[in-house]
């Protein structure tokens, strides 16, 4: 993986920067009129101690350096390759009480460039392009290589590995081009967030982080199912404001897996709104369809442990295999926020139905460069399901993410945050698999279950590009949620130090 040396040294050779930190601006909006050019930096030391920027005609240079330090109760090795590095959230490879290295637990850390030019009436071309990294290996972050690194190793020596739609390459956040006005929209074309993602950024209490974030740290919510969905490197969006508080968009993925997709094809229609209510205060609300075609899960399978008990000896300490898991996955979100001058409260909710995907796959490349194929796991250690859901006996799953939460600014510079977040998955394994009709236990990962997440932070920003954090977050699965889990809970406590610019 590339370092970041050389790019830390365009930083001070450019003149300018980004005030653009993804907390503090409205993803679900489309932008509107351009501000006052920002103060450019004039040294590095204007560079760390101000709020200047690193820009030079209308071209920024941005990013966010997020290291920290935490205590979980089960969790697992550090993993360099990770997008999230710790298992902040229960997974099934948690299994100690361990110290460990805790990056991008309020934000990722990211290094990117992004532009807007006049070009005549109220036009301008825009364009961004941004990738996230581990702070302290430097790597790019890659959920699926995470994933896959962990193939063949028994799962009580796997990492804190967790798949991604960040997959290593030097665009993995964001990398687009288009044009935008205040008063015929934005249309944007190329890699770029789903609109279930942006709704995450924005109505999340904690902006979708790692360390305190059931839903920044699990992409199913911002994937509308499986997290690999959450970003699209050919698509196309388009946003647009009305009516003074109304807005609407949708985005249109066109290419496959051989275009860097984790799927055949996606759309989402959004329809949103602010509101005011009392003096100030605001009340914001969005609903956003999605589907997905073909749809990429990447996990280890359970192998010889799949047709047994959470617990059975033995099995879980076999190496597992790299799984694809295809399906065609339907999702519906509604999100509110009501912000006044010093809080602000949050509130979502999100139905997922996966089904059998429109074309079973034999063979293909992911988007971090893996290949996998069907039944061919003897061979390379992959395989290929496309039989997960609505086959074989089983039912199509229905899965259910909800939230709520709030922020409150103690002063300008201090805010208290805290979330609760709940999953409820319905069984679907039924009789003609062997099963019950219903089932509620660890047993099988058809079974019904539950996840649930408790978290709390502070953040006190210190000085007008740093801030530094201290958090908790509690986390337990239940059911079939938690079929070959070596530990059903997590307390992961978190400490750290932001820089963003």
Known sequence: MAKLGICAAFLFAVVGGSEAWAADVSPTKAPAASAATPRACTDPTDFVTTNCQLTWEGITVFGIIDTGFGWQTHGATFDPRSAVGASYLIQKQNRLATWTLAPNALSNSTIGI?????????????????????????????????????????????????????????????????????????????????????????????????????????????????????RHSTSVKYRINFLNHFRAAALWQFGGYDENNASNGAYQFQLGADIPTWGNDVLSVDAIYSHVKDSVSLALASGANANNAFGAPIFPFLPQTLTATISDNTAAMFVARYTTKSLK????????????????????????????????????????????????????????????????????????????????????????AGGPAFCSSSEHPQCAGTFDAISTAVD?????????????????????????????????????LRFRF
């Open 114 to 230: 992004k532009g807007s030019r006049w070009i005549g009436d109220d036009f301008s071309v825009v364009f961004d392009l941004d990738a996230g990294f581990d702070p302290y290996s430097l790597r790019l972050s890659n959920g699926p290589g995470s994933v896959a690194a962990n193939t063949g190793v028994p799962q009580n020596l796997q990492t804190a590995y967790s798949d991604s739609s960040r997959a290593g390459q030097w665009y993995n956040g964001q990398g687009y081009v288009g044009v935008s006005s205040p008063t015929y929209g934005t249309l944007t074309l190329f890699r770029q967030n789903s609109l279930t993602l942006d709704a995450v950024f924005d109505y999340d209490p904690f902006g979708a982080s790692y360390g305190f974030s059931a839903i920044g740290f699990q992409g199913i919510t911002c994937g509308g199912g499986n997290t690999e969905n959450c």
């Open 460 to 496: 006190w920003r210190f000085a007008p590009k740093w801030d530094t954090y201290v958090g908790v977050m509690f986390t337990q699965v239940n059911g079939g949620l938690g079929f070959g889990f070596f530990e059903h809970s997590n307390v992961a406590t978190t400490a750290g």
């Open 345 to 432: 409260l949050y509130a979502g909710y999100e139905y997922i139905r996966y089904e059998p995907p429109s074309d079973p796959q034999a063979a293909f490349t992911d988007i971090a460069g893996n290949f996998l194929c069907q039944g061919c796991d003897a061979f390379n250690g992959t395989n290929i399901n496309n039989a997960a859901f609505g086959a074989g006996g089983l039912g199509n799953k229905t899965f259910q993410v909800m939230w709520a939460g709030a922020k409150y600014s103690l002063t300008d510079d201090l805010d208290v945050i805290g979330a609760y977040y709940h999953y409820i998955q319905d069984s679907f394994f039924g009789t003609a």
